[in-house]
């Protein structure tokens, strides 16, 4: 262990002098009298950086529900399936029976589990319908 420690050291001292030494020539190179003929361009090292590039986060799209667990309210649920076309009752923000049997039927169509409830999977399809402006209803013909 001391002929370690005694290695250490001995390392250290040796280029602690050796750096002193090139201290002295830099500073004796100083004092000198500078001449235009005397001056070279110093010599350089290449150096290749790297880089890194971030992707720009992609732009959110007005019509698509928002990324990550959301919950919906139930005035975005009504308001979502009245612009597709499957609810027809007022916007209140109570689901009752006419809203839940909406959902169900959206789910249907939409090859979803038809359990009435507007989970995660559901609203993933349902939310593009949040923003769009409700289709107009086919006319009958008489």
């Keep these: 262990m001391k ?3 005694f290695f250490v050291l001995l390392s250290v001292l040796t280029v602690s002098l ?4 090139k201290k002295e020539t830099a500073l004796e190179e100083l ?3 500078a001449s ?3 001056l070279t361009a110093p010599e350089t090292e290449t150096v290749e950086a790297t880089a890194t590039v971030v992707a720009p986060a992609p732009a959110a799209s007005e019509n698509l529900p928002p990324a990550g667990p959301y919950q919906p309210t139930n005035i975005e649920i009504q308001t979502a399936l009245k ?3 499957y609810y027809t009752g ?3 923000g109570k ?12 789910q249907q169509d939409n ?3 038809a359990d009435g409830k507007v989970g995660s999977k559901t609203w993933a399809v349902l939310g593009a319908s949040l923003n769009k402006p409700a289709a107009p209803k086919a006319k009958k013909k008489r």
């Design 3 to 5: 002929r370690i420690l």
């Design 18 to 21: 050796a750096s002193c030494g």
């Design 31 to 33: 004092q000198e009298p």
């Design 36 to 38: 235009i003929e005397g």
């Design 83 to 85: 612009n597709a076309n």
């Design 90 to 92: 007022p916007i209140d």
């Design 95 to 106: 689901i009752g029976p006419l809203s839940k049997e909406a959902i169900k039927k959206f």
């Design 111 to 113: 090859g979803l589990e």
